[in-house]
């Protein structure tokens, strides 16, 4: 499929989504006072609450944390050459679940989970990083992550251990589970200033990033320093990563799909890849949302159980088509 026929069915398949996130939901509004309501605000009226205080800023927080995993994604898929990387293969997951259960079991406030999930995450990539510098490989940073992750999974299952019949439990399984309940203003403004920053930095280096694909020795006669470029791709990755995860969760299969399925309709230039991605993590992730809003009322699924329950089947058939 052509370049240009990609992005405008993923515009297409984007905007119509939005309209359905805008117009479905507990509280049904006709299509019409949801346009009305929309253009011209009115402050205190229950419609515009609705649309401009819930609906509109928990369908940007949606595509913002899709495109912004995606990306992640697909600069994780490039850097270690594996189209079954994640945004989540070097224990970001793990450390920001740890990060934020300890700062709800404390009893902090509200802007502090974000902060606890992000310092998690960060401090995950760091040790990989640090632990694995003595083999200045993939394979060796893959595996420091993934030992790291579990530990912090670990760390995290003891606080719900301790936490157990109180209410800090509860919201602790529900932020590990995933969802974009906490949208609001300023959350919005700090994923579209990450995201944004992220994906131009992305963009820009999206050449680098495909000749890192030759390998080290190849890169090196570009005239490229490798170690020092994946440490720079990795810190943006996590940056992207973290940001999302600390504002919404644990969303699974996100970073995984979408950058996938562009390189098998793109191609791998990063240049390219990279920008679909995100839209279609974005597009995804507010279409799953969506879902988990309006499957069964009144109660809400968290999205990280959507993502995973179209994601599973996904991974299944890359792993089988790997092996075959």
């Known amino acids: 499929m052509k370049r240009a026929g990609v992005f405008g069915l993923l515009g297409l398949v ?94 902090a406030a509200a802007w502090g989970i974000p902060l606890g999930a992000a310092a998690g995450a960060f401090l995950a990539v760091g040790l990989a990083w640090w632990l694995a510098s003595p083999t200045r490989g993939e394979l060796g940073l893959i595996l420091v992550g993934v030992a790291l992750g579990a530990l912090f999974s670990s760390i995290t299952g003891l606080i719900l ?41 992305l963009w820009l280096w999206g050449r680098r990033l495909n000749a890192l694909a030759l390998g080290e020795e190849g890169a090196r006669h570009l005239g490229l320093h490798p170690r020092r470029l994946r440490g720079f791709l990795v810190g943006v990755a996590t940056l992207l990563t973290a940001t999302a995860v600390a504002f919404c969760g644990t969303i699974g299969f996100v970073g995984l799909i979408t950058p996938h399925l562009m390189r098998l309709l793109l ?20 279409a799953a ?6 499957a069964l009322p009144p109660l809400e699924l968290p999205v990280g159980i959507v993502t995973g329950l179209f994601g599973v089947p996904f991974f299944l058939y890359l792993v089988r088509r790997r092996v075959r």
Do not use: C, K
Not at 289 to 294: C, E, G
């Open 267 to 286: 191609g791998p230039d990063h240049r390219v890849l990279l920008p679909a991605a995100a839209l279609a993590g974005g597009v995804f992730l507010l």
């Open 289 to 294: 949302d969506t879902l988990a809003r309006i």
């Open 161 to 201: 251990f301790f936490t157990a019949g109180d209410r800090r439990f509860q919201e602790i399984l529900f932020w590990t589970m995933g969802g974009l309940w906490r949208t609001s203003g300023w959350e919005v403004g700090v994923l579209a200033g990450v995201t944004g920053v992220g994906a131009g930095l």
């Open 14 to 107: 984007g905007a119509g989504v939005l309209v359905l996130a805008l117009l479905l939901g507990p509280g049904r509004l006709p299509a019409g006072e949801v346009w009305r309501h929309l253009v011209h605000p009115q402050p205190g009226a229950s419609g515009t609450t609705i649309v401009h205080g819930l609906r509109l800023p928990r369908a940007v927080s949606g595509f913002l944390v899709g495109a912004a995993l995606a990306l992640a994604g697909g600069v994780m898929q490039g850097l270690f050459r594996n189209p079954l990387a994640s945004p989540y293969v070097l224990g970001v997951a793990g450390g920001a679940a740890a990060g934020a259960a300890g700062v709800i079991a404390l009893g």
